[in-house]
T-cell receptor
Framework: DTEVTQTPKHLVMGMTNKKSLKCEQHMGHRAMYWYKQKAKKPPELMFVYSYEKLSINESVPSRFSPECPNSSLLNLHLHALQPEDSALYLC???????????????FGPGTRLTVT | GEDVEQSLFLSVREGDSSVINCTYTDSSSTYLYWYKQEPGAGLQLLTYIFSNMDMKQDQRLTVLLNKKDKHLSLRIADTQTGDSAIYFCAPPGRGSQGNLIFGKGTKLSVKP
């Protein structure tokens, strides 16, 4: 099973709302990722978790707050977002990278977020 | 920082071969990946090649790697309308944390 699931598929939220995106995998991967993808652009890395610890934060604004409660789950908590944060948010997982060796990442279908 | 270049568009006729090219700047010894994204969907891992290989074939897909020129290509034989999608190359990103750097993506359009 190489499936990564994400919920919800679509989300519309106002700028004062608080919402969460969820991601789950059961491949035994200990690295999980959040990406943001705007229309007609490649995915941009936001956060990386390795062994449930945050290892990369690509200077993401604090209105995005990631959480990795266990090795299968990854959440992205959203608060006070701006309209320009509207995008497709993708979750991915992989084996933990070794020095100089990156493993393939498996992506979920994404959550289409619209901020009004 | 890492720079990954791909041409933005490619149009082919059904049954022809498609070749999507990618150039990159990092020279880590690791895997290089190709992903496919259909409209409204996530990224699907298509194939990969390890940096000590020149070529890898997987059914209709052939990956060529010229490590000296830092050039990666994906050839799709007998292209079908279902192959219409955006294709991203993903050489390794900086550091050892597993992050990938994606090219801008090549939109492949297959005409019947």
């Amino acid at each position: 099973d190489t499936e990564v699931t994400q919920t919800p598929k679509h989300l519309v939220m106002g700028m004062t709302n608080k919402k969460s995106l969820k991601c789950e995998q059961h491949m035994g991967h200990r690295a999980m990722y959040w990406y943001k993808q705007k229309a007609k652009k490649p995915p941009e890395l936001m956060f990386v978790y390795s062994y449930e610890k945050l290892s990369i934060n690509e200077s993401v604004p604090s209105r995005f707050s990631p959480e990795c409660p266990n090795s299968s789950l990854l959440n992205l908590h959203l608060h006070a977002l701006q309209p320009e944060d509207s995008a497709l948010y993708l979750c991915a997982s992989s084996q933990v990278a070794q020095t100089g060796l990156n493993y393939e990442q498996y992506f979920g279908p994404g959550t289409r977020l619209t901020v009004t | 920082g890492e720079d990954v270049e791909q041409s933005l568009f490619l149009s082919v006729r059904e049954g022809d071969s498609s070749v999507i090219n990618c150039t990159y700047t990092d020279s880590s010894s690791t895997y290089l990946y190709w992903y496919k994204q259909e409209p409204g969907a996530g990224l699907q891992l298509l194939t990969y090649i390890f940096s000590n290989m020149d070529m890898k074939q997987d059914q209709r897909l052939t990956v060529l790697l010229n490590k000296k020129d830092k050039h990666l290509s994906l050839r799709i034989a007998d292209t079908q309308t279902g192959d219409s999608a955006i294709y991203f190359c993903a050489p390794p990103g900086r550091g050892s944390q597993g992050n990938l750097i994606f090219g801008k993506g090549t939109k492949l359009s297959v005409k019947p």
